[in-house]
């Protein structure tokens, strides 16, 4: 099916996130999208599959024939089915019932014989194995992802939208997956292939056009020029700030194969020493690991191997209160969610951290304490503001202020996201005095310009692989966004090593 | 206990828990497709009250059913609008409108107070009432009766048979995906809640018109069966057969605790009154056991072929909530 955009836009309040997008799919291709974390990828694919509907003047154009897409069940009887990140299927349910729900047709009662004849073919087709009475939850992600392609195709999907579908399942289990795409386009299929990771979409697409800041910047055919895709992702070279050298060489915190674990990701054997008053940013998409051992590092994450050592002092498997009291300080990305209490005024927030004696709150220090505080973090505020009255940047200057003093490392986890310049130049300064203090920094961040500007070493993440540190003086926007988009790593492959 | 006593017995053992099933399967149908009525008890209470004063005033007995339906259905309604539309907590609303409906309904009953009213009649079904046995344990039941037989297998084949029913399963379980293969979720919500709360209403004139004809007011002895009602749809599992069975093991109990008392005179009256909850809990303690992680580790060192059978009953007894009970839908 020929798939045509036309002048996409789409805004949420004050945002605009598809700029008048054109795109032109013609039919039995492989189309990948690609673009980082809110470049509009998302927004465009809910558009065309239904979930949300573009702004009036935009057009959406199959086989020739303009349409108006008003929900996910219009999308397909258009022939637009869309394989979700997390499958939206029915973990509790037989695998028979998950395939057969969604069909309207055959009355009342649903013909189970057909459906499971049906359910056999096209298995055999692709060769996918299931029993159709089994149970959804005993499959993997990757199997449930090839029952909801299975279903999407039962359906009579003529275009199917992938929203990064490779996070989560197995080498083996990829390679099953795009195996069974490129089957497809024979079919006259068309496939849309939204992902970040430079090296599926470069193995698997026909064309490729990137997204960023809600723009199509560009398209591109093989061969494909893996740095200029690099650098349409991420907009232009940064030119780096002042850098001052680490000055001492005294170990802060140690890592000595340190090896990590959840439902999705393994990280395995890392070894890190962080200096006393170093940077170290940690790059990567959300969700490649950084999170997990960023929580490792503040304790709040138990490693399942190796060693965490605090200025020679043994942390490995203490509680997070042991870490809080080693002088290690954890700001997680959801001010109002982890780090402030909503409904709790500055002052209740300071006289908190400063763990008082005794049973009652003094209310006169409180204030005091609240009032010099907000003036020497410049916070717009007054001791009884609501912390969710205030905006981000004010919500971030005062946990920066909440932070304990004297400190040994500070995590923070996006911690200008969302700011205006004047913020980030602000917390930035504030949280370089603590370095020149001792205290050394580990964070995340997905914005590459702040983590070359800032950081003295760069760790990259990529589904659970770590790179070994990266020195920020030498390396660039490109051989990070390489990195983060998988392409360069030394076991994978290695043909851009 | 001669054999004839014995089986009067248990045959008011099926009709009574008649109510308790209307109940049961009226919560299950509201809580799988995602909204908890709580109400349960006061809507009871107020079904079996209004259902009583209308029978009495229109001297029809149909009429009263048909009111205490309408009932249930326009406390589930508010408990619809409430959780729904508005987005409240369901537990909030639901609980005060369970103490709301129960005070309403003993109020507005103090004029039916002790009246003698219409009352439905046994209606053996020829033939079969014949059979030995089995036809006067099932039936010389009253019209009711047979009706919650017959729910029973209605409520099972809409929920595991039917197309819809197989998305009213995917509604509670995951409305986004639900809604992705073309539900209309809360439209979906808001009859499923009506409906249940209509079959929850059907369960108070069976009792003010059939199985204890008429009104009593605060002793009436209704209050309490609401709660008991949504503690089996637990049970249960939110499947109509399952719970079925738990609205029979209660009356039974029930029964056995007044049949028991005089055979049993050294223990208290009240323990066999009351006993009935406790071993409820038991029940359903036992009944969710394959959920907990120490029964796991049992089973993983015990040898094969018993595993698997352990498991495979585990599995089947075993009943987990429909994963978005109790919260809202939002369109992406």
């Given at each position: 099916?020929?798939?045509?955009?036309?002048?996409?836009?789409?805004?949420?309040?004050?945002?605009?996130?598809?700029?008048?997008?054109?795109?032109?799919?013609?039919?039995?291709?492989?189309?990948?999208?690609?673009?980082?974390?809110?470049?509009?990828?998302?927004?465009?694919?809910k558009?065309?599959s239904g979930f949300i509907q573009?702004?009036?003047?935009?057009?959406?154009?199959?086989?020739?024939?303009?349409?108006?897409i008003d929900s996910p069940a219009d999308a397909i009887h258009h022939?637009v089915g869309m394989?979700h990140?997390d499958p939206l299927d029915f973990p509790p349910m037989k695998v028979l019932d998950n395939f057969i729900l969604g069909r309207f047709t055959g009355g009342l009662f649903p013909n189970r014989?057909?459906a499971?004849?049906?359910?056999?073919?096209?298995?055999?087709?692709?060769?996918?194995?299931?029993?159709?009475?089994?149970?959804v939850d005993?499959?993997?992600?990757?199997?449930?992802?090839?029952?909801e392609?299975?279903r999407l195709?039962w359906l009579?999907?003529?275009?199917?939208?992938?929203?990064?579908?490779?996070?989560?399942?197995?080498?083996?289990?990829?390679?099953?997956?795009?195996?069974?795409?490129?089957?497809?386009?024979?079919?006259?299929?068309?496939?849309?292939?939204?992902?970040?990771?430079?090296?599926?979409?470069?193995?698997?697409?026909?064309?490729?056009?990137?997204?960023?800041?809600?723009?199509?910047?560009?398209?591109?055919?093989?061969?494909?020029?893996?740095?200029?895709?690099?650098?349409?992702?991420?907009?232009?070279?940064?030119?780096?700030?002042?850098?001052?050298?680490?000055?001492?060489?005294?170990?802060?915190?140690?890592?000595?194969?340190?090896?990590?674990?959840?439902?999705?990701?393994?990280?395995?054997?890392?070894?890190?020493?962080?200096?006393?008053?170093?940077?170290?940013?940690?790059?990567?998409?959300?969700?490649?690991?950084?999170?997990?051992?960023?929580?490792?590092?503040?304790?709040?994450?138990?490693?399942?191997?190796?060693?965490?050592?605090?200025?020679?002092?043994?942390?490995?498997?203490?509680?997070?209160?042991?870490?809080?009291?080693?002088?290690?300080?954890?700001?997680?990305?959801?001010?109002?969610?982890?780090?402030?209490?909503?409904?709790?005024?500055?002052?209740?927030?300071?006289?908190?951290?400063?763990?008082?004696?005794?049973?009652?709150?003094?209310?006169?220090?409180?204030?005091?304490?609240?009032?010099?505080?907000?003036?020497?973090?410049?916070?717009?505020?007054?001791?009884?503001?609501?912390?969710?009255?205030?905006?981000?940047?004010?919500?971030?200057?005062?946990?920066?202020?909440?932070?304990?003093?004297?400190?040994?490392?500070?995590?923070?986890?996006?911690?200008?996201?969302?700011?205006?310049?004047?913020?980030?130049?602000?917390?930035?300064?504030?949280?370089?005095?603590?370095?020149?203090?001792?205290?050394?920094?580990?964070?995340?961040?997905?914005?590459?310009?702040?983590?070359?500007?800032?950081?003295?070493?760069?760790?990259?993440?990529?589904?659970?692989?770590?790179?070994?540190?990266?020195?920020?003086?030498?390396?660039?926007?490109?051989?990070?966004?390489?990195?983060?988009?998988?392409?360069?790593?030394?076991?994978?492959?290695?043909?851009?090593? | 206990?001669?054999?004839?006593?014995?089986?009067?017995?248990?045959?008011?053992?099926?009709?009574?828990?008649?109510?308790?099933i209307f109940a049961v399967l009226g919560e299950t149908f509201s809580e799988r497709a995602g909204v908890i009525n709580l109400s349960m008890?006061?809507t009871?209470?107020?079904?079996?009250?209004?259902?009583?004063?209308?029978?009495?005033?229109?001297?029809?007995?149909?009429?009263?059913?048909?009111?205490?339906m309408l009932i249930g259905a326009l406390v589930a309604l508010v408990v619809a609008f409430a959780s729904i539309t508005l987005k409240q907590s369901q537990v909030a609303v639901g609980?005060?409108l369970?103490?709301?409906?129960?005070?309403?309904?003993?109020?507005?009953?103090?004029?039916?107070?002790?009246?003698?009213?219409?009352?439905?009649?046994?209606?053996?079904?020829?033939?079969?009432?014949?059979?030995?046995?089995?036809?006067?344990?099932?039936?010389?039941?009253?019209?009711?009766?047979?009706?919650?037989?017959?729910a029973i297998y209605l409520a099972w084949l809409w929920i595991f048979r039917t197309r819809p029913g197989l998305m009213l399963q995917g509604i509670g379980e995951k409305p986004a995906a639900a809604f992705i293969r073309g539900a209309n979720v809360n439209l979906m919500r808001y009859v499923y809640t009506v409906i249940g709360g209509a079959l929850i209403g059907l369960a108070?004139?069976?009792?003010?018109?059939?199985?204890?004809?008429?009104?009593?007011?605060?002793?009436?002895?209704?209050?309490?069966?609401?709660?008991?009602a949504l503690?089996?749809t637990i049970?249960g599992g939110w499947n109509p057969s399952r719970a079925?069975?738990?609205?029979?093991?209660?009356?039974?109990?029930?029964?056995?605790?007044?049949?028991?008392?005089?055979?049993?005179?050294?223990?208290?009256?009240?323990?066999?009154?009351?006993?009935?909850?406790?071993?409820?809990?038991?029940?359903?303690?036992?009944?969710?056991?394959?959920?907990?992680?120490?029964?796991?580790?049992?089973?993983?060192?015990?040898?094969?072929?018993?595993?698997?059978?352990?498991?495979?009953?585990?599995?089947?007894?075993?009943a987990s909530p429909p994963a978005a009970l109790g919260v809202p839908f939002e369109r992406d």
């Amino acid at each position: 099916m020929n798939v045509e955009l036309k002048n996409i836009h789409k805004h949420f309040g004050n945002v605009h996130a598809n700029k008048g997008i054109n795109l032109n799919i013609p039919s039995g291709t492989i189309q990948g999208i690609l673009g980082e974390n809110g470049a509009g990828k998302s927004t465009l694919m809910k558009i065309l599959s239904g979930f949300i509907q573009a702004d009036s003047g935009s057009e959406i154009i199959l086989d020739g024939k303009s349409v108006t897409i008003d929900s996910p069940a219009d999308a397909i009887h258009h022939g637009v089915g869309m394989l979700h990140q997390d499958p939206l299927d029915f973990p509790p349910m037989k695998v028979l019932d998950n395939f057969i729900l969604g069909r309207f047709t055959g009355g009342l009662f649903p013909n189970r014989k057909e459906a499971t004849q049906d359910f056999n073919l096209l298995a055999k087709e692709f060769d996918f194995s299931f029993d159709p009475e089994s149970y959804v939850d005993s499959l993997t992600v990757g199997e449930r992802q090839q029952l909801e392609i299975m279903r999407l195709l039962w359906l009579g999907a003529r275009v199917l939208i992938l929203d990064e579908p490779t996070t989560g399942i197995s080498a083996s289990q990829k390679s099953k997956l795009f195996s069974t795409l490129k089957k497809l386009p024979e079919q006259a299929m068309t496939i849309i292939f939204v992902s970040h990771k430079l090296e599926d979409v470069e193995s698997l697409c026909d064309q490729v056009a990137v997204l960023q800041a809600g723009e199509l910047v560009g398209e591109m055919k093989p061969p494909f020029n893996t740095s200029k895709l690099v650098e349409m992702m991420f907009g232009k070279v940064v030119t780096l700030g002042e850098r001052q050298p680490v000055l001492t060489n005294e170990t802060m915190l140690e890592l000595k194969n340190v090896s990590l674990e959840d439902v999705r990701l393994k990280i395995k054997n890392v070894d890190l020493n962080l200096c006393a008053g170093e940077v170290i940013g940690l790059a990567g998409m959300e969700g490649s690991g950084q999170g997990m051992f960023i929580r490792a590092c503040a304790g709040l994450v138990r490693p399942v191997g190796g060693r965490v050592k605090l200025k020679g002092q043994d942390l490995t498997g203490k509680s997070y209160h042991a870490y809080k009291n080693a002088g290690v300080n954890f700001l997680p990305a959801a001010r109002l969610e982890e780090g402030l209490v909503p409904g709790l005024s500055l002052t209740d927030h300071f006289v908190l951290a400063e763990q008082p004696k005794g049973i009652f709150i003094d209310r006169v220090a409180g204030q005091n304490l609240a009032e010099d505080r907000i003036k020497s973090f410049n916070i717009r505020g007054t001791p009884l503001s609501m912390v969710e009255s205030l905006s981000g940047g004010n919500q971030q200057r005062a946990e920066l202020a909440l932070l304990q003093d004297p400190l040994s490392l500070v995590l923070l986890e996006h911690p200008t996201r969302g700011l205006d310049i004047e913020s980030v130049i602000y917390i930035w300064s504030k949280l370089k005095e603590r370095c020149r203090q001792g205290a050394s920094i580990i964070f995340i961040s997905s914005d590459l310009e702040e983590i070359l500007q800032y950081s003295d070493r760069v760790l990259v993440f990529f589904s659970g692989k770590v790179s070994p540190p990266i020195d920020a003086a030498t390396t660039s926007v490109e051989q990070l966004g390489q990195l983060i988009g998988g392409k360069g790593w030394p076991e994978k492959g290695g043909s851009h090593a | 206990m001669n054999q004839e006593n014995l089986l009067v017995g248990l045959a008011g053992v099926l009709a009574a828990a008649a109510p308790i099933i209307f109940a049961v399967l009226g919560e299950t149908f509201s809580e799988r497709a995602g909204v908890i009525n709580l109400s349960m008890n006061g809507t009871i209470l107020l079904s079996a009250m209004g259902g009583f004063a209308v029978a009495y005033n229109t001297d029809s007995i149909l009429l009263g059913f048909l009111a205490g339906m309408l009932i249930g259905a326009l406390v589930a309604l508010v408990v619809a609008f409430a959780s729904i539309t508005l987005k409240q907590s369901q537990v909030a609303v639901g609980f005060v409108l369970a103490l709301t409906c129960r005070d309403l309904a003993y109020f507005l009953g103090n004029p039916y107070m002790g009246q003698a009213g219409p009352r439905l009649q046994a209606l053996p079904i020829p033939v079969l009432s014949d059979i030995p046995i089995i036809g006067s344990l099932f039936f010389r039941q009253e019209a009711i009766t047979y009706i919650s037989f017959i729910a029973i297998y209605l409520a099972w084949l809409w929920i595991f048979r039917t197309r819809p029913g197989l998305m009213l399963q995917g509604i509670g379980e995951k409305p986004a995906a639900a809604f992705i293969r073309g539900a209309n979720v809360n439209l979906m919500r808001y009859v499923y809640t009506v409906i249940g709360g209509a079959l929850i209403g059907l369960a108070g004139p069976t009792y003010s018109l059939a199985i204890r004809a008429g009104w009593m007011g605060t002793i009436s002895g209704l209050d309490g069966i609401g709660w008991i009602a949504l503690s089996i749809t637990i049970f249960g599992g939110w499947n109509p057969s399952r719970a079925a069975f738990g609205a029979y093991l209660f009356a039974l109990l029930q029964w056995l605790g007044l049949v028991l008392q005089p055979v049993l005179t050294q223990v208290p009256s009240q323990v066999l009154q009351v006993a009935p909850f406790p071993l409820m809990i038991l029940t359903l303690l036992l009944v969710n056991i394959g959920n907990a992680e120490w029964v796991e580790r049992a089973l993983a060192a015990m040898p094969e072929t018993t595993r698997k059978f352990l498991s495979k009953l585990l599995r089947a007894m075993r009943a987990s909530p429909p994963a978005a009970l109790g919260v809202p839908f939002e369109r992406d």
